[in-house]
């Protein structure tokens, strides 16, 4: 059971526009905690997609957007791509466990 | 740009110890950030594990913290992992990483390619 709470699967056409949430609680994202977002392609490690709640890195497309509102963050996928294809994880700054937790992950398919 | 390469054995036997090492290059350990050890079992999610700065603070996660070892070697440039009487619950992909403190919270934005240590008799 992970202290951040995705769902485990979503899918979308190419072309589409898909959200994954990220659901914590007042010992994380509600106690203000920033939410980052990472991509593991199959077999890789994962990767930084989203920092401090809705920053891109440096090569990370605009397709890929944050947002965090509460106990709560999104990410959203638009125009999907065959290549976006992944899983995906959140994760945050727990004051209670004083550690870095994550989400279950998200798998993305695209029909 | 930064690298970060984990090693160690593949195998280690139930009750042992596993010991892994991160060399890290394109950056210098003494310079400052904090330094981290994540895992993935087979098949699920990411687990912290333990974060340690250069001047050796450490932090643990509090499920793992009473077999857990973080240490730093900077004259080497690397870090390590030891994990004590482990199980077949400790199989997964050990992934050394950089993480970032600042302004913009706390996250890794480096990775290694990751380890995969089985725990098997």
């Known amino acids: 059971q992970s202290v951040l709470t995705q769902p485990p699967s979503v899918s979308g056409a190419p072309g589409q526009r898909v959200t994954i949430s990220c659901t914590g609680s007042s010992s994380n994202i509600g106690a203000g905690s920033d939410v980052h977002w990472y991509q593991q392609l199959p077999g890789t490690a994962p990767k930084l997609l989203i920092y401090?709640?809705?920053n891109r890195p440096s090569g990370v497309p605009d397709r890929f957007s944050g947002s965090k509102s509460g106990t709560s963050a999104s990410l959203a996928i638009s125009g999907l791509q065959a290549e976006d294809e992944a899983d995906y994880y959140c994760q945050a700054y727990d004051t209670t466990l004083t550690g870095s937790v994550f989400g279950g992950g998200t798998k993305l398919t695209v029909l | 740009q930064v690298h970060l390469q984990e090693s160690g054995p593949g195998l280690v036997k139930p009750s042992e110890t596993l010991s892994l090492t991160c060399a890290v290059s394109g950056y210098s350990i003494s310079s400052g950030y904090y330094w981290a050890w994540i895992r993935q079992p087979p098949g699920k999610g990411l687990e912290w594990i333990a974060t340690i700065y250069h001047g050796g603070t450490t932090y643990y996660n509090p499920s793992l913290k009473s077999r857990v070892t973080i240490s730093v070697d900077t004259s080497n440039n690397r870090f390590s992992l030891k994990l004590n009487s482990v199980t077949a619950a400790d199989t997964a992909v050990y992934y050394c990483?950089?993480?970032?403190?600042?302004?913009?919270?706390?996250?890794?934005?480096?990775w290694g390619q990751g380890a995969l240590v089985t725990v098997s008799a």
């Open positions: 990483a950089r993480r970032y403190t600042g302004y913009e919270g706390l996250y890794f934005d480096f």
């Open positions: 401090g709640n809705f």
